[in-house]
């Protein structure tokens, strides 16, 4: 059926170091959108990638969406405490106007 | 705005009650989601609304559940009768319909139920 894998499914990083989530999907996406959930909160949506190769940047944070549009990926760089949580991508396919989410990775910090 | 607003945020219940899990909507937004959110199954899509009319039920589990929006600013989710494996947050999120500039999805806080 229509997916979006994403990895790794936990990522344990000391302070300070990088952080990489992978999806990919099996058909051409038309956007993918990225989302993080706190610890204990809901879903909050961060970015939207639509063009072939974008390359976006929030501060630290940095996304990719690939340019065959069937793959995308999240950077973090020197990882910090606030950084805690889950982060989801979500695909958007024009054919059933439907998010397909993946499964999230988990960005634990180690103490 | 508000955002989205669930209610009630925690819910407790047997097993075999009726659960109604309610949602407002951010307005002028004109599609509507449930989720729900477990260790083991993850972020599951439940069902979706687009101008109040349910377009994909597919995830609905099974017959217990059940899901309605009257009008653009109110929808339920109804389980009858609940089980214990139904114990999960469910998150009810808006946006505006695919084909608009920007059609990011709005979660609300969530209910976290617990059926025992």
């Known amino acids: 059926g229509q997916q979006v894998m994403q990895i790794p499914q936990y990522q344990h990083v000391q302070e300070g170091e990088d952080f990489t989530t992978y999806c990919n999907s099996s058909?051409?996406?038309?956007?993918i959108q990225w989302y993080k959930q706190r610890p204990g909160g809901h879903p909050v949506f961060l970015i939207q990638?639509?063009?072939s190769g974008e390359v976006k940047k929030q501060k630290r944070l940095t996304f990719q969406f690939g340019e065959a549009k069937k793959n995308s990926s999240l950077h973090i760089t020197a990882t910090q405490t606030t950084d805690v949580g889950t982060y989801f991508c979500a695909g958007f396919r024009d054919s059933n106007y439907q998010l397909i989410w993946g499964a999230g990775t988990k960005l634990i910090i180690k103490p | 705005d508000a955002g989205v607003i669930q209610s009630p945020r925690h819910e407790v219940t047997e097993m075999g009650q009726e659960v109604t899990l309610r949602c407002k909507p951010i307005?002028?937004?004109?599609?509507l989601f449930w989720y729900r959110q477990t260790m083991m199954r993850g972020l599951e899509l439940l069902i979706y609304f687009n101008n109040n009319v349910p377009i994909d039920d597919s995830g609905m589990p099974e017959d217990r559940f059940s899901a309605k929006m009257p009008n653009a600013s109110f929808s339920t989710l109804k389980i009858q009768p609940s089980e214990p494996r139904d114990s999960a947050v469910y998150f009810c999120?808006?946006?505006?319909?695919?084909?608009?500039?920007?059609?990011?999805?709005?979660f609300g806080p969530g209910t976290r139920l617990t059926v025992t």
């Open positions: 058909t051409t996406l038309s956007n």
């Open positions: 307005s002028g937004h004109n599609s």
């Open positions: 990638l639509v063009k």
């Open positions: 999120a808006s946006s505006l319909m695919p084909g608009t500039a920007s059609y990011e999805q709005y």
